[in-house]
């Protein structure tokens, strides 16, 4: 039950793209299409932002969208924005009823 | 409106035991598996345990079986987190958080901090 991959850090200038990584393995992100991501303010809850690999729920800007190739999950934000900065975490179910998250990923905006 | 309220937490020393509780309004309970999700102090999310709908089934995190124990009860839509042999690695906020359909989590309550220390 390692913590799926992320980079532990991205930045991009306002109206830029960037893309967050999630690498897991053949047994978790692999596996399934059971891929969320989590967008976090410090001090704040975690939201809901993409869930099954590339779903966004009702009320999420289409800046945010989510892929899958193999072991690995992207979440990709458009045209940033200086309230997309923040912390990002991404998870995967495991099988057996387990759930395992990504270390997170800490989004700067210049 | 979903809302969930954990209490319970507070500082306690290596070896002791806390119960935690979440206390849940605005939805059909019964009806949603429910997690419990921890975050150590500026560090990340970590799953902890899930249980199902009526508390027949649960599945833990390597870190925490056998030591912690996921009950619910339906009739007071409340989520207890039995922590047994705490150790200052378990340090943390515990957020209840509802399931939702392909192991999303759809809502998080605010959580509570558990501090274990001497």
């Known amino acids: 039950q390692s913590a799926l991959t992320q980079p532990a850090s991205v930045s991009g200038s306002p109206g830029q793209s960037v893309t967050i990584s999630c690498t897991g393995s053949s047994s978790d992100v692999g596996a399934y299409n059971f891929v969320s991501w989590y967008q976090q303010y410090p001090g704040k809850v975690p939201k809901l932002i993409i869930h099954?690999?590339?779903e966004r729920p009702s009320g999420v800007s289409n800046r945010f969208s989510g892929s899958k190739s193999g072991n690995t999950a992207s979440l990709t934000i458009s045209g940033l924005q200086v309230e997309d900065e923040g912390d990002y975490y991404c998870s995967s179910y495991a099988g057996s009823s387990t759930l395992i998250f990504g270390g997170g990923t800490k989004l700067t905006v210049l | 409106e979903v809302q969930l309220v954990e209490s319970g937490g507070g500082l306690v020393q290596p070896g002791g035991s806390l119960r935690l509780s979440c206390a849940a309004s605005g939805f059909p309970f019964s009806g949603y598996w429910m997690h419990w999700v921890r975050q150590g102090p500026g560090k990340g999310l970590v799953w902890v345990s899930v249980i199902n709908h009526d508390g027949s089934h649960t599945s833990y995190a390597d870190s925490v079986k056998g030591r912690f124990t996921f009950s619910r009860d339906n009739a007071k839509n409340t989520l207890y987190l039995q922590m047994n042999s705490l150790r200052a690695e378990d340090t943390a906020v515990y957020y209840c958080?509802?399931?939702?359909?392909?192991?999303?989590?759809?809502?998080w309550g605010q959580g509570t901090l558990v501090t274990v220390s001497s």
């Open positions: 958080a509802r399931a939702g359909s392909d192991w999303k989590i759809d809502s």
């Open positions: 099954d690999v590339s």
